[in-house]
Nanobody, 124 residues
């Protein structure tokens, strides 16, 4: 089993930045692919960014390309999401996610482990 613990959510004005962090614990070798998803009430959970083992090319949703950066520290079993130039529509609960295989299409059905989520609020 893999446990995922997020931190770093909060409130920010549009145009600002936030950094989310996630630490994996337990059978971390099963966290082959790590990603961030987000969800707003009434909508499906959507993939934001993901990255596999070292040298893997990160995947990003079109809506965040050029603004968000995912980074992974394999020694510390952490994955961060640097969110820049935040927009009102980026407000959501953000979930750290991990999978035993690569999920570059960022589909939630490919995820085996989920964090509990952290709220990101963006105000005008």
């Amino acid at each position: 089993q893999v446990s995922l613990s997020e931190s770093g959510g909060g409130s920010v004005q549009a145009g600002g930045s936030l950094r989310l962090s996630c630490r994996a614990s337990g059978n971390t070798e099963r966290a082959y692919y790590m990603a961030w998803f987000r969800q707003v009430p009434g909508k499906e959970r959507e993939g934001v960014a993901g990255v596999g083992p070292a040298d893997d090319v990160p995947a990003y949703a079109d809506s965040v390309k050029g603004r968000f950066i995912i980074s992974r520290d394999y020694a510390k079993n952490t994955v961060d999401l640097q969110m820049n130039r935040l927009k009102l529509e980026d407000a959501a609960v953000y979930y750290c996610a991990a999978s035993r295989y690569s999920v570059p299409w960022l589909g939630s059905t490919g995820i085996h482990y989920w964090g509990q989520g952290t709220q990101v609020t963006v105000s005008s």
